[in-house]
């Protein structure tokens, strides 16, 4: 009983979301007491450290620190962000993130936009953006030459449902991994941790859709998200 007294997520939650949640939770005091120690050992590294010590010690805080952001991460998709669900308009939201990805973010992903909205539905902005950008940083990484990335946005091949499609061309999905790509910690990459997609398909099926990787595809791949048309433009046309 005490984890769904503690702990509560957007929509129903399994008891695997659950659990996930509460060590997350309990992780963050141990990381943020680290953190503490090593701010303090760095206020004398100058004096009282050689350099073995003073290296060994920005190791430990850089380490820190990627587990801080991977706890604020499974936290983030688990308690709904604390704001509740409104309209969003996917079109505009695919904008914000390309132009990120193209501008800002250090891999500098070229992605070409494709569909005219609007296409509106109700869910969790800022965590929909970050399971946008979780998979636009997954296909970045799988993509060589700086090749192009493509975003279509349509409705209508599912009744009720918009469809985004984001394909790449780059390595592809590996065999082993095609039944499992949405596991916590799956990944061909040896340095990562495997919880970008993870992630996005949690907070895309929190926020009534469904996220799939197509198969069918001949080189690199297509990750298919689905999310519930809002009736915002039939209400705003009833206003009008």
Excluded: W
Aim: hydrophobic share 40%.
């Amino acid at each position: 009983m005490r984890l769904k007294s503690d702990f509560e997520l957007v929509g129903a939650r399994s008891g695997s979301a659950a659990m996930v949640s509460c060590l997350a939770s309990d992780l963050r005091n141990p990381i943020t007491a680290i953190q503490a120690c090593v701010a303090t050992l760095n206020v004398d590294s100058d004096t009282n450290m050689s350099d073995q010590e003073r290296r060994a010690l920005q190791i430990i805080s850089l380490e820190t620190e990627k587990l801080a952001e991977l706890i604020n991460k499974l936290l983030f998709c688990s308690d709904g962000c604390g704001v509740s669900p409104k309209e969003v308009e996917l079109r505009a939201l695919a904008e914000r993130i390309v132009h990120k990805m193209r501008h800002v973010h250090p891999l500098g992903v070229k992605v070409q936009l494709s569909g005219t909205g609007p296409f509106y539905t109700s869910g969790h902005v800022l965590q929909l953006e970050r399971a946008l950008e979780n998979i636009l940083v997954n296909a970045g990484e799988a993509t060589p030459n700086s090749e192009e990335i493509r975003i279509e946005l349509s409705s209508g091949s599912r009744d009720g449902f918009h469809k985004i499609a984001i394909r790449d061309f780059g390595v592809g999905v590996p065999d082993y991994l095609k039944n499992k790509l949405f596991d916590s910690f799956a990944s061909s990459k040896l340095d990562h941790l495997g919880m970008g997609l993870t992630i996005a398909h949690k907070i895309i099926t929190s926020n009534g859709g469904t996220l799939e990787c197509n198969g069918r595809v001949k080189k690199g791949a297509e990750f298919i998200i689905e999310l519930p048309i809002s009736s915002c433009i039939e209400d705003s046309t009833e206003v009008a």
